[in-house]
């Protein structure tokens, strides 16, 4: 614990820091609320979807608003953290749920779970093909990630990465049946490390993904993510990704490209959130005599990714050779998203959703007054995700017993894991 003195000296420099930050700041740099009205020009991977503009709204008027989805689902995957053993078995699982708000006939879906265990072990003899234990309202599975033959520094990441993908993406897709209203994915509407692994595999960068080890698998889970999408939208249900912690540069990027001589480049923002926490601030929302608001933006879409140190952009999702798109090519597939800042916290959510549902004007009206109707409700994230969120998550005491069960091989952990760090890894 940091000792009185200590803490008094920390708090002086950042007092300091504090007020000479103040007095350094440029009167005549344009504020992010201004430069966001450039992603309406062209280049870069963004473009506007309509006419730029970050909204307000009382959070007393949106919760007035009608809303055409009385019932709300949320699907997320959490993981142990990768159990690593000094005879090379390094295994990782993920536990999907649902979360459901609103009153549906339904309900008993919050009680399914399907877990994904991922094992890697480089021994012949080693073989999993026959564990699928059965435990009521549980869908499990176990798979072994096939044997390399070089040293991969992130496979431990691989392959809780594939467990969490694959848990998330098959249990929202085997209940696509039953689901009845809007599903809100927790965290991207497509996994981000997948579509970087695919990402890399379009690029002359050297670097080794899964999808050069198990291909097959790979596109298991893009197409689970796939079919929930093409499902949704036959049933003429929306579902978006919502991303609690969004790290993105593709904003700040597409306004640098797009306004190369108008703006003092790199801009000051490190990432999308810090650009859109300044760009969605209203001093109304704490001080307003009116009561809390919720800001947000119009609609974007992602029309391409460039991969860091790539010659050029790629569409994603494209020239996957086992994929099947059913709604169309890989374009009405594209990310579009739009920006929201939760009333009374210094909080930014993106949310995204398959262009194929938002590319009517009325349609991404709907969604977008869906999604901040939630927030006005909780005054945080949609409650479907949070129920799905916490229902999946496998707590500290679960995992220390899951590790004991491994009684032939020898534990491996790290100092900072046995101190608590580390913790549960849930975010894509």
């Known amino acids: 614990m940091t000792d009185p003195n200590t803490l008094g000296a920390l708090r002086d420099v950042f007092s300091s820091i504090d007020g000479r930050v103040d007095d350094a700041a440029d009167e005549e740099e344009r504020p992010a609320a201004d430069l966001f009205e450039y992603v309406a020009r062209p280049g870069g991977d963004i473009e506007a979807l309509e006419q730029p503009a ?5 959070v007393d008027d949106v919760q007035e608003w009608d809303d055409p989805w009385p019932v709300t689902y949320g699907v997320d995957a959490s993981t142990t953290q990768p159990l690593q053993f000094s005879n090379g078995l390094l295994l990782g699982a993920a536990n999907a749920k649902l979360g459901i708000g609103g009153q549906t006939d339904h309900a008993d879906l919050a009680k399914e779970s399907t877990l994904t265990t991922v094992v890697y072990f480089d021994n012949e003899e ?3 093909d026959d564990l699928r234990p059965e ?3 549980v869908d499990a599975d176990v798979f072994r990630f096939p044997t390399i033959s070089s040293r991969q520094r992130d496979l431990a990441d691989w392959v809780t990465g594939i467990a969490r993908t694959y848990a998330e993406g098959w249990h929202a897709r085997r209940h696509l049946d039953d689901i009845n209203g809007p599903l809100f994915i927790d965290g991207p509407l497509y996994p981000s490390r997948v579509l970087l692994w695919t990402m890399f595999a379009q690029t002359p960068d050297s670097r080794e993904t899964p999808l050069d080890f198990w291909p097959d698998m790979i596109d298991d889970i893009v197409t689970n993510y796939l079919r929930v999408v093409e499902g949704q939208d036959q049933a003429d249900l929306p ?14 990027s597409a306004i640098e490209a797009k306004s190369p001589d108008e703006v003092d480049t790199p801009l000051r923002w490190g990432n999308d959130n810090l650009f859109f926490s300044e760009a969605l601030y209203n001093p109304d929302d704490w001080y307003g005599d009116d009561g809390a608001v919720i800001s947000y933006t119009t609609w974007l879409v992602q029309r391409q990714m460039t991969p860091a140190q790539a010659d050029s952009a790629f569409v994603p999702l494209e020239g996957l050779d086992g ?23 210094n909080t930014v959510i993106r949310v995204e959703a398959p262009l194929m549902m938002v590319r009517d004007e009325t349609d991404r009206e709907r969604l977008r007054q869906k999604v901040l109707a939630e927030i006005a409700a909780t005054r945080s994230i949609p409650f479907a995700i949070e129920a799905a969120d916490e229902a999946a998550t496998i707590s500290r005491e679960n995992r220390q017993r899951l590790r004991r069960e491994l009684q032939h091989a020898t534990s491996v952990r790290t100092y900072n894991q046995l ?10």
Not at 54 to 58: A, G, M, R, T, Y
Not at 419 to 428: A, F, P, T, V
């Open 54 to 58: 970050i909204k307000h709204e009382l």
């Open 126 to 128: 080693f073989d999993v």
């Open 135 to 137: 435990y009521d309202n």
């Open 239 to 252: 579902v978006a990704g919502i991303v609690k912690s969004p790290t993105s540069t593709q904003v700040v």
């Open 323 to 345: 994929i099947e798109f059913r709604r169309g090519d890989a374009a009405e597939y594209q990310t579009a998203f739009f920006y929201a800042r939760i009333p009374l916290q």
């Open 419 to 428: 101190r608590g760090y580390n913790d549960l890894n849930n975010q894509e």
